[in-house]
């Protein structure tokens, strides 16, 4: 995994090197860069793959939820509410030292909306289609080191004609498990946990209490279908899920937030 100002080098290189490519997610640290890698990838493809590793669009309670937006089980999806919420003290990922590049602005290319909140912000789009505009603010939490956002709060206008709340928290207090996801049908809801090992819950007619689902393997689950998924692409030729320019959402969503923020405006 490597600083988000160098994935648009390391990537040119290894695909004019005609290798195989998983870049990690954000495709770069702006959306220039990140249209550049995008051209350099289509000029060897399909003779070479270039996925984007976004693993939320193999998160298994993501992909249940997707289902069962599918089958009607929430009637019609009007709206969802995402929120991205770490804490360094209670989280799984041993990544928040001082000297973390994750918490330089010139490394990553912003905070967290240039980083955590790209796996948040992707369900949204897979749900409730392309974001049409945004609104948003940005601060800073305790986190004395890091030198980007660590709290983002956006209201999200999706093309559909739907819209979405999101927020993102990254904070070295104890906090309180929030739903990591929300959505809202005119027969039901779905709620998904608060959990990296995951958890979900389904509103509807038949369920007015809710029906607890269970884990079906949460965050932590998602990187080896992600993984499948590249190797089914280079073994077998098949297409992966999501192509690479799809991944250009996440950037331009965080892109918007930080002008609504300078703005003050949609």
């Not at 928040?96 to 590049?101: G, H, Q, T």
């Amino acid at each position: 995994m490597l600083p988000h100002d160098v994935h648009e080098t390391a990537a040119v290189r290894c695909l004019r090197a005609g290798k195989h490519v998983l870049l990690e997610k954000p495709l770069a640290h702006n959306v220039d860069a990140a249209r550049r890698i995008l051209d350099e990838a289509s000029r060897i493809q399909p003779r070479r793959v270039f996925m984007v590793g976004e693993n939320a669009s193999y998160w298994p309670e993501v992909v249940k939820a997707e289902e069962l937006i599918s089958d009607g089980c929430i009637g019609d999806v009007h709206m969802a509410k995402a929120h991205y919420w770490e804490s360094e003290a209670q989280s799984p990922f041993a990544m928040f030292d001082a000297d973390n590049w994750r918490y330089k602005v010139e490394r990553v290319g912003g905070g967290i909306l240039m980083d955590g909140c790209s796996h948040w912000i992707r369900p949204l789009r897979i749900w409730m289609g392309e974001i049409d505009e945004v609104v948003g603010i940005t601060s800073r939490d305790s986190i004395k080191s890091m030198e980007g956002e660590s709290l983002v709060r956006a209201l999200i206008r999706f093309k559909s004609g739907k819209f979405g709340q999101f927020s993102g928290t990254l904070t070295s207090a104890f906090v309180s498990k929030q739903p990591f996801f929300h959505i809202f049908g005119t027969k039901g809801e779905i709620t998904i946990d608060g959990d990296f090992f995951g958890g979900m819950t389904l509103f509807n007619q038949e369920h007015p209490k809710g029906l607890k689902l269970g884990s079906q393997g949460g965050f932590m689950g998602s990187f080896k279908p992600e993984i499948e998924d590249f190797l089914d692409a280079v073994l077998r030729g098949t297409r992966p899920k999501a192509p690479a320019e799809f991944a250009l959402g996440e950037l331009q969503t965080a892109a918007a937030i930080y002008q609504s923020t300078k703005t003050r405006r949609w």
